[in-house]
């Protein structure tokens, strides 16, 4: 192996207005090994990646190719010096056939210079093949899953013949055996002299596939070495500042009275017969696979959709949901999946996205009182450690995490008695993740209900005092206590029967 | 471990109020405002006479009445296009009517009500079936007008009361016209009701994100009625205006005004495709229009070039600030 970097960033500064998204960080790509990229949520790693690919530009540094300093005015520059990336959602083109999708911008063509389709689905084929990928380059993409579509990515990837492939979190959204074989693959390029460079969230993931690593925080380079040097406890340690010496919580406390009882709510096509109650204080976790129809009843307790029957009631009286604002009504609120598109008004100001739904409290007689909404904000954000500029500050230049602090905020601040939960720690790193479970576990202390969506075993064993398992739209167990087992909850997501 | 809060302290704004005035729209279209006056002035010995300057407020008093609304309509993410149309029934309406001998309390009602029903008309069609307005309105604006014209034909409707007449003739002190009276009112009335109000809030929540306005409380779909009722009253009144400035109603009355009004809520800063703009933009964007089409007129400029020169100012004060980014890079 070569110690001349294939690809080096050297000092690199990034600035927005207000933030310092990268202070002089230095990373460095090896052919035929993948490198980790390691951080917290807000730590920079998208910023790198859109630096790598031409999207940002540096403020300072130098980004070197195989030791040449060189720039990267736009993505088109980045991609000819042959650095491509596989992106969480990839960008691809749905309508058009896999063969088009690898080749596109640079197909075979004829000598009238048209597109040679025969010999584009030809080297379409022999790629695919290539990588060991069992799909036929005339399907239409949209046909395909998001793990077919990864492959169509790094076919494409190799059909320019990149020297660096960046993955930025390519397993999100990939079952065990898909992973399997991205992994396979990895190791494929790796063979062929690529060097990768692997962002991802998940540990196991990267002391399996990862030959180096490189950790940031805080958009600032904090170390980089071989894997075969470190432990999980060290890199963790790196990543947040300090030991995370308990990952969940302790719950001391004991659920209160029966606050929330939801009887036979139904849908159409989503979810049937959703039936369960929810004491003061309760942590309840929903478990059960992507699709099973958690989100769906979720957002119909919340007033999005409309449930075909059922009744919801609170202490015992029947309220009728017919809108969010009578769910915030209510006292029930739901923190949502996707921050950007349904939780947060990412082009708002922070203060203007925590009082959002509490502008009949912060207003006198329908008139705006910014210095009530600016206290009520901060009241809020500083309570979660929000890490921002100012309180006028917009959202959308937050991290994740960040962002999903304001969300939180925005929802404590109607004083609700029921928070809904949904997937909470989705794509943050494991320090956030802790900050989010301790507060949970502070916030059903102080009386507050938690409904927690979760997909992940650890996290909904961890903090939930119940669980319920859907599957295809219906409640299939209710389990506390010894019965709460890694195995018992796979099981009834999984529809497996009982053991023989 | 505990999240116990660390105390960090976030200050409220890092700029100051005059800081971001400096850097705003308003004030660069000011300058231009300013900037053509002087032009005017020098141009033509005529324009530095205030009973000029009156009348050549209502190049714009009409157009802006609609514009204040629209800008919320397009702040909102919604366009209504018919609202020229809307002055044609409405204004076809109270023709219709003052042959029965009803009275100006009577027409203007009419009018203001007409227009009100033509917004709600829009506003089912966009929240109730989830249709995209700018298709709906561009249906409608057929539709509206072409109901003026099969009731009027080649005819016009003559002979409105003198009392009539005030709106659209008459002054409230000097030279001050009742048009511009209730420009200047309508200005104050949308600029707080944008800026200062929990309904502007939501107005700016659901022009930058929909669905998370929704997932955060607000009745989006009540809060677009209301504007296309608002945007609708709006045109009644213009056409109270127009129809009581003219004497007579005509089914072509308004023809085109629809995109003037457009242009005016876009030179104003407001973003097409919703979240930002401000009305204080929009007043002097009116006040921009109104000059420019008063100085060449003066200078007897034909109307089609002007309509030449309207479109330039549009697009070269849109490129200007992205001129201007290109440039420092």
Redesign the interface.
């Known amino acids: 192996m070569t110690d001349v970097p294939i690809l080096a960033l050297d000092n690199i500064t990034k600035t927005f207005p207000g933030v310092v998204a990268l202070d002089k960080v230095r990373l460095a790509l090896y052919p035929g090994q993948v490198t980790a990229l390691i951080g917290e949520n807000g730590a920079g790693k998208s910023t790198v990646v859109k630096t790598l690919t031409g999207i940002y530009q540096p403020d300072g540094g130098q980004i070197l190719v195989n030791g040449t300093p060189v720039h990267f005015a736009t993505a088109h520059d980045a991609a000819e010096a042959g650095i491509t990336a596989i992106h969480q959602e990839t960008v691809l083109f749905d309508e058009m056939t896999v063969a088009e999708n690898i080749f596109i911008g640079h197909a075979p063509r004829t000598r009238f210079g048209l597109i040679d389709m025969a010999r584009t689905t030809r080297d379409a084929k022999a790629l695919l093949e290539s990588i060991g990928a069992p799909l036929r380059p005339d399907t239409k993409l949209r046909d395909l899953g998001i793990a077919s579509k990864h492959l169509v990515a790094i076919a494409r990837a190799l059909s320019i013949d990149a020297c660096v492939v960046i993955m930025d979190e390519p397993t999100a959204a990939l079952s065990q055996k898909e992973i399997e074989e991205l992994y396979a693959l990895v190791d494929h390029l790796k063979a062929q002299g690529k060097a990768i460079l692997f962002i991802s969230h998940k540990f196991d993931e990267i002391f399996r596939i990862a030959d180096r690593y490189t950790v940031f925080r805080d958009g600032q380079f904090v170390g980089d070495g071989m894997i075969a040097d470190v432990d999980q406890d060290a890199l963790v340690q790196m990543m947040v500042g300090r030991a995370v010496d308990q990952i969940f919580p302790p719950r001391t406390h004991t659920p209160g009275e029966e606050l929330l009882k939801v009887v036979g709510y139904s849908h159409p096509t989503e979810f049937a017969d959703v039936t369960f109650t929810l004491k003061q204080g309760e942590i309840l976790g929903f478990y059960g696979l992507v699709g099973a129809g958690r989100s769906e009843f979720m957002q119909a307790l919340f007033g999005i959709t409309k449930p075909s029957k059922g009744v919801c009631r609170i202490d015992g009286k029947i309220i009728v949901i017919r809108s969010p604002a009578d769910a915030i009504a209510a006292g029930i609120v739901y923190v949502p999946e996707d921050r950007g598109k349904q939780g947060a008004i990412t082009a708002m100001p922070i203060f203007q996205n925590v009082a959002l739904p509490s502008l009949g409290k912060t207003s006198r007689h329908g008139f705006l009182r910014m210095a009530e909404e600016f206290s009520l904000a901060r009241e809020y954000t500083e309570r979660l450690d929000l890490r921002a500029t100012s309180l006028d500050q917009e959202v959308g230049n937050l991290s994740g995490g960040n962002q999903q602090k304001v969300v939180i905020a925005k929802w404590l601040a109607t004083q609700p008695r029921v928070i809904i939960l949904d997937e909470p720690t989705k794509g943050i790193d494991i320090g956030s993740k802790a900050a989010v479970h301790s507060f949970m576990a502070e916030l059903a202390a102080a009386g507050l209900s938690v409904i927690m969506v979760s997909s992940e075993i650890p996290e909904v064993l961890g903090m939930s005092d119940r669980v319920i398992v859907m599957r295809e739209g219906r409640m299939v167990a209710e389990l506390e206590g010894t019965k709460l087992t890694p195995e018992t909850l796979v099981r009834h997501a999984a529809g497996i029967e009982k053991a023989a | ?3 116990t ?11 100051t109020r005059t800081n971001r005035l400096i850097r705003s729209w308003e004030l660069l279209l000011l300058a231009i405002a300013v900037a053509i006056f002087i032009f005017n002035a020098m141009a033509s010995p005529y324009f530095l006479n205030v009973w000029n300057l009156s009348d050549a407020t209502f190049n714009f008093t009409e157009k802006a009445m609609i514009a204040f609304a629209m800008a919320l309509l397009i702040v909102a993410g919604e366009i209504d296009l018919s609202v020229a149309a809307i002055i044609a029934l409405a204004s076809t309406a109270m023709g219709w009517a003052l042959q029965f001998g009803v009275g100006t309390p009577g027409l203007v009602g009419i009018g203001l009500g007409t227009g009100l029903l033509c917004g709600a008309f829009n506003g089912i069609l966009v929240t109730r079936l989830g249709l995209p307005s700018i298709v709906v309105t561009i249906g409608t604006m057929s539709l509206f007008r072409g109901i003026s014209y099969i009731v009027l034909g080649d005819q016009a409707y003559r002979g409105y009361p003198d009392s009539f007449a005030w709106f659209g003739q008459g002054y409230i002190w000097w030279v001050f016209t009742v048009e511009i009276a209730i420009f200047s009112m309508l200005a104050v009335a949308f600029g ?1 009701l944008l800026h ?7 107005v ?2 659901i022009g ?2 929909p ?9 989006v779909t009540r809060v677009k009625f209301i504007l296309f009722l608002l945007t609708g009253l709006m045109s009644g009144l213009a056409a109270v205006c127009l129809t009581s400035r003219l004497g007579s109603t005509r089914p072509s009355i308004g023809l085109g005004m629809e995109l003037e009004v457009v242009t005016m809520v876009v030179l104003g800063g407001v973003n097409i495709l919703g ?2 703009g401000t009305i204080p933009g929009v007043v002097i964007a009116a006040f921009v229009m109104g000059l420019v089409t008063f100085g060449l007129g003066l200078l007897n400029v034909p109307g089609i070039v002007m309509s030449i020169f309207i479109g330039a100012l549009l697009i070269g004060v849109i490129a200007l600030p992205r001129l201007f980014a290109m440039v420092r890079k």
């Open positions: 471990m505990t999240a809060p660390l105390g960090r302290h976030l200050p409220d704004r890092l700029t707080i200062r109000t929990n309904f502007g809030r939501a700016y929540a930058n994100n669905t998370a306005a929704l997932f955060s409380g607000i009745r979240g930002s």
